[in-house]
């Protein structure tokens, strides 16, 4: 799935990510907060969060890069979007 020269803003991957979150889990959370770790989210939704990347972002998640640490908080889930998006760019 490649979108040719899309670009992503950091604050604006940052912001969609942290309000569809929002949309889910029901606790105060950091940015850099292990959001799996602390039981805020079941492996069901991370499959959803996973979607959720794809879709908004136009970015494919590759089955070797389904990996807790890209998932794992709003800062991660911001640096592997951008950096999928760097790679599309460059395609």
């Known amino acids: 799935m490649n979108h040719g020269t899309r670009t992503l803003a950091p604050a604006g ?7 569809y979150l929002e949309e889910h889990i029901d606790q105060l959370f950091r940015d850099d907060e292990d959001i799996v770790a602390a039981g805020l989210i079941d492996s069901m939704f991370m499959v959803q969060l996973v979607g959720f990347a794809e879709g908004e972002f136009g970015i494919e998640v590759d089955t070797g890069e389904l990996n807790l640490t890209h998932f794992c908080s709003v800062d991660a889930i911001t640096a592997f979007v951008l950096g999928k998006a760097t790679t599309l760019t460059e395609d």
């Open 13 to 19: 991957v940052r912001e969609q990510t942290r309000r």
